[in-house]
């Protein structure tokens, strides 16, 4: 199949890694992979062309005049602004949903409505056009405050925080850019699961745990992810196995939001990312996302043992429900994420990166590129997060020795990550 992989970040790598991996599996076949508009890693390993990745004009005409059979798209950027449904005009397969659909992510607000008339369990939240509005939302609820942004704000628009100060400092900023939602504050391990729909029908991927804190502990601020881990060995001590907790979540949350979006005429084709909290009450939905998460893909997919492309596009298609279900190994995996100095409020860039061949020696290490860029002295970092050492082994420990050897051999000037990634699983 010709397939276009639309981002440039380490998710995108971790995409395309899977595609190409698809020729060793049994029944498997050889992919002409094509990323827009790609970095560093992406370029080492398959083609790739500077294109706006966010325009669905220019999108679709490469498309058609590539013969492309599929694209993925990445990041929510190009969701949010319609790239799938220019596409889909054209009668092109497409893996994410339409910019109505992809408000599930582009709009707190939207996604709230959605989740109650589909009877979601969520947090409950206040929406606040006036800081007025929002201190009496605050005190209102009280403290720990969650304070969140309405539209896309990459990852800076959540506040958790005890500092009352603080969270109407955030609630002004982002006032400025639209509404704040003003949130109950939830309280338990956080999992991230993947479910495929076609409009329709949902398939679940195996379930990750992200750490979103830029710091050891789950400190300082909130972040894209530093790291995450697959599977989730502790689901098993609450919820009987990984396959009844994934069940519940299709029966509670995933099938009445796609049931919900379908009623309203804006499908869900694509990649629901449902980021759920498991309170003492039960799972409750923090947030959707419209596309695969990340870091979380570097864990999940390296665990696929069938055809990542026949599944997106089964989805593509709308014929999911006659697609043999994905199959996972038990491997464990580990992806810790390296960060410039200054991520994530004003990161440093064009340093020089180095060792990655080196960290490529470790058995079961690959890396997945984000910001990297290649110049005329080598490899150099172009943005916050930088890359994600991805390591698979058997069992917690193993992968994570692995993650953090290879790491230890990658060299950028101020580079920060988090050194308790899987740590708990890891014992
Ligand atoms: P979000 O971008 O909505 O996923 O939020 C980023 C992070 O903030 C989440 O992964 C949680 O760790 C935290 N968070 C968001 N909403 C809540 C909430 N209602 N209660 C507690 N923590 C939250
Ligand atoms: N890792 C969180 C996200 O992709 O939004």
Do not use: C
């Not at 582009?106 to 509005?133: H, N």
């Not at 995996?333 to 080196?358: H, K, N, W």
Request: charged fraction near 20%; charge should be negative.
């Amino acid at each position: 199949m010709r397939i276009l992989v639309l981002g440039s970040g380490a998710r995108e790598h971790a995409i395309v890694t899977a595609l190409l991996r698809e020729a060793s599996l049994p029944g498997g076949a050889e992919h002409h992979v094509i990323a827009a508009p790609g970095n560093a890693g992406l370029a080492a390993d398959v083609e790739t062309v500077a294109l706006d990745a966010t325009n669905g004009a220019v999108v679709t005409e490469y498309a058609l005049e590539n013969d492309i059979e599929l694209v993925i798209v990445g990041p929510e950027a190009p969701l949010v602004a319609g790239v799938a449904d220019a596409l889909r005009a054209h009668s092109i397969p497409v893996f994410g949903p339409g910019r109505r659909a992809a408000a599930l992510e582009g709009s707190k607000t939207f996604a709230k409505r959605i989740m109650d008339e589909a009877r979601v369990p969520t947090g409950r939240a206040v929406r606040t056009g006036t800081l007025q509005e929002a201190t009496a939302s605050l005190d209102e609820f009280g403290a720990p405050y969650v304070v969140k942004a309405d539209g896309l704000a990459a990852g800076k628009g959540v506040l958790v925080t005890d500092d009352r100060d603080a969270a109407l400092e955030h609630a002004t900023y982002w006032l400025q850019h639209g509404s704040v939602l003003v949130e109950e504050f939830l309280e338990g391990e956080e999992v991230s699961l993947f479910l495929v729909s076609d409009g329709h029908t949902v398939v679940p991927l195996s379930p990750a745990q992200d750490f979103k804190r830029l710091l050891d502990g789950d400190a300082g601020p909130n972040t894209g992810g530093m790291g995450a881990y697959s599977p989730l060995p502790w689901l098993a001590d609450r919820f009987g196995s990984e396959a009844e907790f994934v069940e519940e979540v299709i029966e509670t949350i995933a099938v009445p939001t796609v049931r919900q979006l379908a009623k309203e005429s804006t499908p869900f084709i694509g990649l629901l990312y449902a980021g759920l909290i498991l309170t003492e009450q039960g799972i409750r939905v923090i947030e959707f996302n419209a596309r695969f998460g990340d870091p979380e893909t570097q864990v999940v997919l390296p665990r696929l043992e069938t055809p990542l492309s026949g599944l997106l596009l089964a989805a593509a298609n709308g014929s999911l429900a006659s697609h043999p279900a994905p199959v996972f190994s038990d491997q464990a995996a580990v992806t810790v994420v390296l960060a410039s100095e200054g991520y994530p409020d004003a990161p440093i860039t064009g340093r020089a990166l180095s060792g990655i061949d080196e960290a490529l020696t470790v058995p079961g290490v690959s890396v997945a590129h984000a910001a990297t860029a290649r110049g005329e002295n080598g490899l150099f970092a172009t943005g916050g997060r930088v890359l994600s050492v991805v390591a698979t082994g058997h069992g917690f420990a193993e992968a994570r020795a692995r993650a953090y050897e290879a790491l230890s051999k990658i060299e950028l000037e101020g580079g920060q990550y988090r050194h308790d990634i899987a740590e708990k699983v890891a014992r």
